[in-house]
């Protein structure tokens, strides 16, 4: 399998995801797209750094999310924001940091094949 197999495939289940929420019903829900791509996201990023480098580096960019986290929790928690609305807004940043790191990766993937 090529390793521009599974950025390929993210950028099509973000379309679809995003077409879904816009002319469906998902789109008076309210959960967002970020909440959604998440978990597609880091597989997505885990897969294409696997195939292209030969070694992912996902679980050490999670341990670095997760230390970044506790101080964002530690600091934002004290600033009057609910947990709930904090959680949430990580999740979504999550989502977003495994996206723009794809992005980064296919890019140097490009530039090296």
């Known amino acids: 399998m090529q390793w521009w197999i599974w950025p390929l495939g993210g950028f099509i289940f973000w ?5 879904f929420k816009k002319w ?13 791509i998440t978990i597609p996201n880091w597989i997505v ?18 341990l670095v999310w997760l230390v970044v986290g506790i101080f964002l929790a530690w600091f934002l928690l004290q600033n009057n924001w609910r947990w709930q609305t904090f959680w949430r807004r990580y999740w979504q940043w999550s989502g977003l940091l495994a996206a723009i790191i ?8 490009l530039f090296l094949h």
């Open 15 to 19: 379309t679809v995801v995003i077409i």
């Open 45 to 62: 990023l885990h897969q294409t750094m696997g195939y292209l480098f030969g070694i992912s580096f996902v679980p050490w960019f999670l």
């Open 24 to 36: 469906t019903a998902l789109k008076q829900a309210s959960i967002k797209t970020l909440d959604i």
């Open 102 to 109: 794809v992005i980064l990766i296919t890019i140097i993937g």
